[in-house]
Structures are given as C-alpha cells and as structure tokens.
C-alpha cells in the first residue's frame, strides 16, 4: 500500500502530485460559501455566529454563553492529569525560551549632518487565536499561537474554537490557554469564527492579527478577510518528509509517517533514502504498525495516496528533490545530518538525526510547529513573535542633510512628474526651518 | 475645498470614512475579471500575455517582444540626465546601507542533554517585481523592490512593468533597475503581470515571491495568487497623515499635503493640528499651490475628497486619533517629536520634524518607501528584506533529552489522540539510536 518508487522521473512526477494535492477546483464552490458566511457575520453580528454553530456544529448556543465563563475555566484544571499539566508547563517553558530569543528590537541610527534613522518595533494591540475542534482537541496549538503573541507584548488576545457536546470546551485547551495567559475564550469555530475575529461583534472584539489553523473554510475565510486583519499563513494539511540513510531505525521511520498520516486522510507522509533494505524494511512495518491503529481508515488513506517512498541515488539527490518540494517538516534521519543541512534550501522545520522525531517539535523543543505547507516553506517561515510585531520606520532630516541631498531628491521627484514631491522640498530650502535638533 | 473640523467627534467619525475608502462594493465586481485573467494566463501562457497587453494597454507585443533587450537596456543610459543618475546613484547607495542594518543571521543555540535548537536563515530562490506604469514612471520603486531583494541574496529577480507606446518602458526605470542588478526585465503589466509571475510561461519564471505596488487589478491579482507565492502586502492608495504645531510653515505643510494627493484621486492627506491659525493658512496655501499645478484635476479630486483638516486640543490627541487611523506616512511636524513618538503605537514610517517632508523617505533616506496602507500599519510593516528571506528551525535531541522529555511529549500525544506521535518517542526510547552526537 506505501509505494517505493526507485525512478527519479517518476517519483519527481509523484512528489510535485502530491506538493499540489489540494486542487483548486475543490476550493472554488467553497468560496462562495465563505463569502457569504463572512458577510452574514459582518451583517448580523453575535445571531449569525449562534446560528451558524446550531447549523454546522449541531450545538444550541445563546449570546450569553458565547463566552466560556470563569467557572468553566477553573474546572478544566480538575479534569486533566497532573502528568500532563507537567507537560503543558514544560512546553510552555521551553517554547516561551526559544521565542524569546532574537526579538526584535527598535533602533536608531546617527549620521552625518544630523539625520537619523531606525525602526520602532511596537506589537499589534488586539491578537485573535483560532484553535481547531474536530478531529482532536489541540492544546499544543493554543500554546503554539498564544505564546509568540505574549512574548511579543500583546496586551489583548483572543481565542475562538468550536464547541462540542453540551458547548463544551476540551479541557486540556482551557487549561493550555489559561496557562498562556488567555482567558478570553469564545466556542465558536469555522468561518463563522474569522468573521468575528475580522469584524468584530457585540460580544466579540475585533482584532488585528488572526493566528491558527482550521479546517478549508477556515482557511478561505482566513485569505478573504486578510488586508482587513493580517494573518499568519494558509495552512494547508501537513507532511514529512523523511531522508534516511541505511542506519535509521525502520520502525522509528514508520512510527514517524504514521504520525504524520494521522492527522488527516490529506496528510502526507514521504521517505527519500539510497537504502532499497530500508525502503522494504519501512513500507512493511508501516502495515504492521496501522494494523492496530485506532484511527486506521483515515491514517490508511492518507498512506494510500499521499505516502511515498523514494529510492534514490544519493542523499545530495534526496536534498535535491526535497528542495524542490520544500516540505513543511524535514527529518534528515541520517548519521552526519549536519553535513547534509547545508544544502537544504526550503524547510519549514528540520529535525535532525536519529533522535528527533517530529512530535519533539510538534509539542515540546521550543521552535514554532505552526509552519508552511504545500510548498509554501519556498518563501514563508513558522508563525513567531515577528508576527504579533510590525514596526515603523524613523526618519529625521535636518535642514543641512536636506540642503546637501535635497537636489538629487528633486531630480527624482521631476522625472517621476510629482511636482508637489519636489516642492515639498524646494519650499524648505527656500525657507528653512528656524529650529534645529542637533 | 479642504475643510476644516473643528469638532471631534465628527472628525473621528471622517477619519474613519477616508480610512475605510476603498469600499469592498467596488471590488467584487472586479474580482472575478481577475480570476478570469489569472485562469486564462495560466492556460494560454504567452498568448495571453500578448492579448491582454493588445486589449488594456492598446500595445502589441509578440512573444519575441515582451523581454526588454540588451540594446534598450544600454540605450537607457543615455536617456538619463547626469543629475538624475546622480541621484539614483546616491538612492541605491543609502537604501542599500539601511536594508543591510539588522539582516537577519542564522544562529544555534546548544542546550543541556546536546539538544541544538537554532535558525537557519535562506533567501527565496526567485523574486518577482511588479513596477506600473500608468500615471507616472517610478525609477524609485523599482529601487525600493529590488534593493532589498538584492541584499537578502535572492540570486534570480525578474521585474515585469507594463509598455508605454511603441512598447517603450520608461528608461529611468530601465536605469534604475540596471543600477540594482535587474537585467530580466518583461514589458507586462496588470494582473495578467502577476499571473506571470505566479504560474509562470514560457517566457517569464515562476516566482517564490511577488512584491511591488499596482492599481486595484494587480492588488486583487496579489490577493488571489497568494498561497501561490508569497506577497509583500495589498497596497491601497496611498496616505499621509500630518501631525503639527504652531511652528510649522503652512506652504511646507501644504505641499506635503498636496505631494500625497497628486499621487491618485483616492489619495489621502490629513492634517492635525492644535492650531486654528495653522489650519486656515494651510487651507489657503494649498488652494494657492493647487491653482498651478500640473496634476491639478487628479489632486483637487483627493483633496475634496479625501483631504482633511483636524484642529485637535492637543499633540496627545492627534496622536491617539493618528493611532486609530494607523497612517502609512506620519508626519510629526512639530517641535520636539522625539517626545511625542513615543505615544504612536501604528503608522507605516513616521517622519520626525520640520526638515523631513515625506519625500525625503519617498526617495533617498534608506527606510523602504513601500508601506502597509488602510489601517494595515495596525498590523504590517515596510517591505525589507525579510520579505526575501524565510527561516528554518533546526531542532536536534540526543536519546538522553528523548529520555528525559519523552513522558511530556508522550502525555501530550495522547491528550491529542495521536498515537503515533506518541510511538515515534516510545519506539525510540525502546531502541535508542546507537549513534550518539557528542
């Protein structure tokens, strides 16, 4: 069921098949879907978002309990292990230490005659988190968003996520957002939930950015509503791919499909390798390991189509082709990875050696797991701080600076005929300002 | 024709009109047009381009025809007055300077138990630069693209800007790109351009990443093939918003005002003051500068529409109203605007005092001139050379980390219902790797 594939035409041929899985044609009837979901909100306000979670959730809300109340937040603490708070702190540890490295931070700059530049980093006011129901309750997701967003300095975050049974909220997503900070928690989810976030509603703030990932509508209403509100990216299903060499451990290597394969019957889970043996030794285990696997169908047909292993000549052609896919995770499960990295050119996040399966960075490393997808780590990076921050540029003539450069700003000016541009500072030279800052 | 509002709250509630004035009712009718030219261009390819070139910009081109030559590109030189090479020169010189401060730089980080956590740092293999054409020939936004572009170390950049008559592109332009390393260079313009660059033909590349400014066609187009590729942002027409005191010099402040407005007839320029006086002396100077002006009916439109005068009781709350605006230009006109930058949490590049109009910034200083509009200054920043470069994260445990992290990333797993993220740890802990990387 997981094909090898040893010819590298083919398996280019596969691997670009698989990079454009989600075909346009699938998007477009949902479009119109979103549009109108998206205006509705922006029309109706809290009534559509009670409406649409009636109709799509199948759960009966009022206004009044939009909002997860503060008796429901301190109970998710009662209903999760003691174990695993441990392992949401630690998380939270670990990723709030990694995000806090490297933020930016404003400067300036003294030049000559007195003019001065810099940047003025200042984060976003109002961030919204969206975090997924559904196929499973994500609280590594709502530390994955809410912590950048902390670190960055924002003062007001958000989160939306669908309700299930009875309105209720996964525990385990409580407690990760209240030990983020959050606990402004809305249970409302898909693009209903957008809407909100983007326009705002009686009860809902609107906010600035808009983080997470969510289902295809989701994602459609998260580009419609984008140049309205920033966003993070468009997150598409996930995918390794796996360079190994003879060393690796096939039953490591299988574990490490499955687990992408899990996630959704789009996922994609891809081994490049020189070793035939291992190639052989992987695709069998994978069979044993899903025969037991609680969510077998959909993990099955995500192996099924979108699984692949490749046998190539090398693992410089194996770079190569993972280049060109630019994959979301790249694991170099090989004995000298760091001889390898270099040549890497487009990863979302690459883990290295035998001893870093991806859940280390899907959960606890510190590194963002929000990452791109479908070829997008071509030119996008994870979700970070960087973010929640923008910056303003700073910029201070003085009127010797203007003096001496004015003339080649007016010559720029005239031949892009903006007459007004070059008054702006023939004006001043005329009559220059009397106060000086130096 | 520039009123004067004296009164907050209806200044606040204008303030709020000219933000939100591209109005979504004008843009739906255009979107499909759009999708339509993308869907034909990445259908027909070249022919396309051809047609759409013939049928919008009343240019024939053939396929032979759309990539600007050798011979154009030397002629272009001698096109060009010394002054105005001369100030391109100097333009290239301190816009290159700026975007070198603060490239972001790889790094790793080691941490107890050999677990490396880092990031790695990589450009975009290939960038594609849209320039208009249009209203005006814009030597400085080819800089303003290319130059950050250059200094990231993308090592292919294509630029594609529609053809005036006898398909001549502007040779400014052609100079200015040259100046910048530019030599692949398409005479296409519109959303037929951007569908180029996104799908590629068989002339013009696919591109990882497209940035550039362009009417609402080319912004739409940006808008539906991101995903695609990557965009800088979704430039609207362009604002500046002035704050000033009692000593500033009403025809400075006039001609910045007007130096915005000439820009578009949906050009936006606003003045907020303390100052009565200033106000109405403004008011006249403006009328004054408008009745010579080249551009007269363009800028007289933005100005009716779209101009602004605010008398505010203080800097403070020109300040705070600027904020709720998020101007793409701010300029603090005033005495001492060191103390009140402190107070501006969003705006696109703030300009400090009486010496540096906008144009100083448009042109010559270094901070890139491509800046987030409508509101976006909530939210985005400039163009830079991050909009070039993307990050990996590398993240590498040792079996020893694995062992000690592994029950949390385990406790994790299994609140999430993924159980072969939870077997890729536990099978690796069965069987650590022999090979060790210490």
Redesign the interface.
């Known amino acids: 069921m997981l094909r090898i594939i040893p010819q590298l035409s083919e398996l280019r041929l596969e691997l670009r098949r698989i990079c454009d899985r989600i075909q346009q044609n699938d998007i477009v009837h949902k479009e119109a879907t979103v549009q109108q979901i998206l205006q509705t909100v922006q029309r109706q306000g809290d009534r559509a978002l009670v409406h649409y979670t009636a109709e799509f959730d199948q759960v009966d809300l009022t206004v009044e309990t939009l909002r997860v109340k503060g008796d429901e937040l301190d109970a998710a603490y009662q209903q999760?292990?003691k174990?695993?708070l441990?392992?949401?702190r630690?998380?939270h540890k670990q990723i709030e230490h990694?995000h806090r490295?490297?933020l930016p931070k404003s400067?300036v700059?003294f030049n000559p005659d007195q003019?001065?530049?810099g940047?003025?980093y200042?984060p976003?006011?109002v961030a919204g988190i969206y975090v997924p129901g559904g196929?499973?309750?994500?609280?590594?997701t709502v530390l994955m968003n809410a912590i950048p967003a902390k670190v960055a300095g924002v003062s007001q975050i958000v989160m939306v996520t669908p309700p299930g049974q009875n309105r209720a909220i996964n525990p385990?997503v409580l407690v990760a957002a209240q030990e983020a900070g959050i606990d402004e928690i809305y249970r409302v989810g898909g693009a209903q939930a957008i809407a909100a976030l983007a326009y705002g509603t009686a009860t809902i703030p609107a906010v600035?950015?808009i983080t997470g990932p969510g289902n295809i509508y989701v994602t459609l209403a998260k580009?419609q509503v984008?140049?309205k509100?920033?966003i993070d990216s468009?997150a598409g299903p996930s995918e390794v791919l796996i360079i190994a060499d003879e060393?690796a451990?096939p039953?490591?290597i299988a574990?490490?499909m499955?687990?992408q394969?899990?996630?959704d019957p789009l996922a994609a889970a891809i081994l490049l390798t020189p070793s035939l043996s291992l190639a052989e030794q992987v695709a069998a285990v994978v069979l044993d390991?899903l025969a037991e696997?609680?969510?077998r169908l959909l993990?099955e047909k995500a192996i099924a189509h979108y699984g692949l292993i490749g046998v190539v000549e090398s693992l410089e052609v194996a770079a190569q082709l993972s280049n060109e896919f630019a994959p979301e995770h790249?694991e170099l499960e090989i004995?000298t990875?760091w001889d390898l990295?270099d040549q890497?050119?487009?990863?979302?996040?690459?883990?290295?050696?035998?001893?870093?399966?991806?859940?280390?960075?899907?959960?606890?490393?510190?590194?963002?797991h929000t990452?791109?997808t479908?070829g997008?780590?071509?030119?996008?990076?994870?979700l970070g701080v960087?973010t929640f921050i923008?910056?303003?540029?700073?910029?201070?003539?003085?009127?010797t600076?203007?003096r001496k450069?004015g003339?080649?700003?007016m010559?720029?000016?005239e031949?892009?005929?903006?007459?007004?541009?070059?008054?702006?500072?023939r004006?001043?030279l005329e009559?220059?300002?009397t106060?000086d800052?130096d």
């Open positions: 999760v292990s174990e695993l441990d392992a949401i630690l998380a990694f490295q490297h400067w700059q003019v001065v530049l940047k003025r200042t976003v006011d196929r499973a309750a994500y609280p590594s385990a600035d950015v580009k984008f140049g509100v920033g468009l060393g451990n039953c490591h574990a490490d499955l687990a394969a899990e996630h390991q696997h609680p969510r993990t790249l004995e990875p990295v890497i050119r487009h990863a979302g996040a690459i883990f290295m050696g035998y001893s870093t399966p991806e859940a280390v960075g899907d959960y606890i490393a510190g590194p963002n990452l791109p479908s997008a780590a071509r030119y996008a990076s994870a960087e923008k910056h303003s540029s700073l910029i201070q003539y003085s009127p600076a203007l450069q003339n080649a700003i010559a720029l000016a031949a892009e005929g903006l007459i007004s541009h070059r008054d702006s500072v004006l001043r009559a220059p300002p106060i800052y």
